[in-house]
């Protein structure tokens, strides 16, 4: 309707504020939801990584390591690229 | 067996009372028998809005003590014989009741009414924990702003740890003119971020204030408030039925079409 064209030029106040309280919200939720502490994620990220050297020969320059928070579900995302498996016998 | 449904939000004032106010009156007048219990021991509220204030004589606390029996303690409301309040004490605090003794609160009541909503308080302590026990289900209340779903998401994720699995959205206090200037989180959005189904939209309207200053549920009213349709919109889907969401943008004025109301005379709900 014509009104509603008028009222969006006279009224119409710039970008509005939601998409920065969506960005918020979302930053500090997935704070919030992730219970891990950095000082944790560290170590898990160590120990991970000789349980997996173990076997493996990891690219040690091109490791990834990050808690992922999507919806309600908090995910541990881990990239370990491989440069060879170690053979077995010298286990 | 009584469906049990815990009111809750973390954050305070964002209408957990005038939600289980609302609902508890629109079930009852769906026909169901329906029971009410304010778990805000110390700050209880629930009796005030639904006007029965004055005839509270016992409460929860003196069930649990033994000082009455169950019944007395109940108030049935006069207006609607199929809904019943169990208030909460006022001149004690949240410590006062153990979450095992509210357990067995509401199992004395289960076996007689249909559904059991528990108003809870504000916070995420032992009040909280207390209101969430008994409850097999649970209504998030928030409102479209930061701190509110910021409390909401918390909350969430308290219920699922404790073991509720069914929890539903209520967006209340929503203001559709400022949703349509970007200047307010629209209801997909608190969806999309709070991930739970939603059940209801309550749009921000004068008539809530004026329905509690008066003790009178929205849903009593026999013209119905914008509100008061949504309420009782909710109250049917609570009970399974499919009822479309209300298409608020189309009922909020701006400024130029109040102004037109004005001198053409209201024409309510026309664009």
Redesign the interface.
């Given at each position: 309707?014509i009104?509603?064209i008028?009222?969006r030029l006279?009224?119409?106040?710039g970008?509005?504020?939601?998409?920065d309280?969506?960005k918020?919200?979302?930053l500090?939720?997935a704070h919030?939801?992730s219970t891990l502490n950095a000082s944790t994620l560290e170590k898990m990220r160590k120990e991970i990584l000789v349980v997996v050297s173990k076997y493996v020969e990891l690219d040690t320059d091109s490791l990834e390591f990050s808690i992922k928070t999507d919806?309600?579900m908090t995910a541990l995302i881990a990239n370990l690229p491989i440069r060879r498996i170690i053979q077995s016998e010298s286990l | 067996m009584a469906r049990i449904i815990v009111i809750t939000s973390g954050k305070g004032g964002v209408g957990k009372t005038t939600t289980t106010a609302n609902l508890g009156m629109a079930l009852a007048q769906l026909g169901y028998q329906t029971a009410l219990i304010d778990a805000d021991i110390g700050l209880r509220n629930l009796d005030l809005l639904l006007g029965l204030e004055n005839r509270v004589i016992y409460t929860a606390l003196e069930v649990l003590s033994g000082e009455c029996r169950l019944e007395q303690a109940l108030i049935k409301d006069k207006r609607q014989p199929g809904l019943m309040l169990l208030p909460a004490a006022q001149n004690r605090n949240k410590d006062s009741i153990s979450a095992e003794q509210m357990k067995y609160l509401v199992g004395l009541m289960e076996p007689q009414y249909d559904y059991i909503l528990i108003d809870c308080p504000a916070g995420i302590e032992t009040g909280f924990h207390n209101a969430i026990g008994p409850a097999h289900e649970a209504l998030v209340v928030t409102t479209p702003?930061?701190a509110a779903?910021?409390d909401a998401?918390?909350v969430?994720?308290l219920l699922?740890a404790n073991g509720i699995e069914k929890i539903s959205l209520l967006v209340n206090r929503l203001r559709p003119q400022m949703?349509k200037?970007?200047?307010?989180?629209?209801v997909a959005?608190v969806r999309?971020?709070l991930?739970i189904p939603l059940i209801g939209v309550i749009p921000e309207d004068e008539c809530v204030i004026v329905s509690t200053n008066r003790g009178e549920p929205l849903v009593l009213e026999k013209k119905l408030s914008l509100p008061g349709i949504a309420f009782e919109n909710t109250a049917c889907r609570i009970d399974g039925q499919q009822v479309e969401f209300l298409d608020l943008q189309a009922y909020s004025k701006?400024?130029?079409?109040r102004l037109?109301n004005f001198f053409l005379g209201s024409s309510k709900a026309s664009?």
């Open positions: 309707m009104i509603d008028f009222e006279f009224f119409f106040n970008r509005g504020s939601r998409n309280v969506k918020r919200l979302k500090v939720l919030d939801r919806s309600r | 702003e930061i779903v910021r998401d918390r969430i994720g699922e949703v200037a970007n200047d307010m989180m629209s959005d999309e971020i991930a701006g400024p130029l079409k037109r664009s």
